[in-house]
């Protein structure tokens, strides 16, 4: 599955935990769950060496017992990277760090998976009209004057 599509099946809540901290809870469905561990499945055969058979050509329930944890990762890291790239596309908020907070609970394969990342953000800053407002110069002596007293001092 494309990290497109991916980040288009991801839905996104958002809470205000301070001022300047958001968190982003992230939910992604069953079928986008099923559909990534079917994909990093794939891709560890392709790979696999297991005794007995050629590589590449173990078959997959015999991969998935062996590589279980790997799969696992994969999935994970696949679907958090996504949600992050869907967060920074989000123009709304203007993130300059990120925490993915405690270890987050690993995805099951059959079941919807929800994480959340810790984002502090720019502050918002609401300026008060400034247009019309009416500002004194402090005078200056005239140019002619400074030279004029600079000339004679010399």
């Not at 300059?96 to 987050?104: C, F, R, S």
């Not at 994480?115 to 200056?140: H, M, Q, R, V, W």
């Amino acid at each position: 599955m494309s990290v497109e599509s991916l980040k288009k099946g991801i839905q996104i809540e958002w809470k205000d935990i301070e001022p300047c901290s958001r968190r982003a809870e992230y939910l992604v469905s069953k079928e986008l769950v099923d559909a990534e561990f079917t994909e990093a499945l794939k891709e560890v055969s392709k790979q696999a060496q297991l005794p007995g058979f050629r590589k590449g050509k173990a078959p997959l329930a015999l991969v998935k017992s062996r590589y279980i944890q790997s799969i696992v990762d994969d999935v994970a890291r696949l679907i958090q990277s996504a949600a992050y790239e869907k967060t920074l596309e989000d123009k709304t908020i203007d993130p300059i760090a990120v925490d993915p907070g405690e270890t987050q609970k690993a995805p099951k394969q059959g079941e919807e998976y929800r994480f959340s990342f810790n984002f502090e953000t720019a502050p918002d800053i609401k300026l008060p009209e400034y247009k019309g407002l009416k500002l004194a110069a402090p005078k200056s002596p005239a140019l002619d004057e400074l030279l004029a007293k600079r000339l004679e001092y010399l």
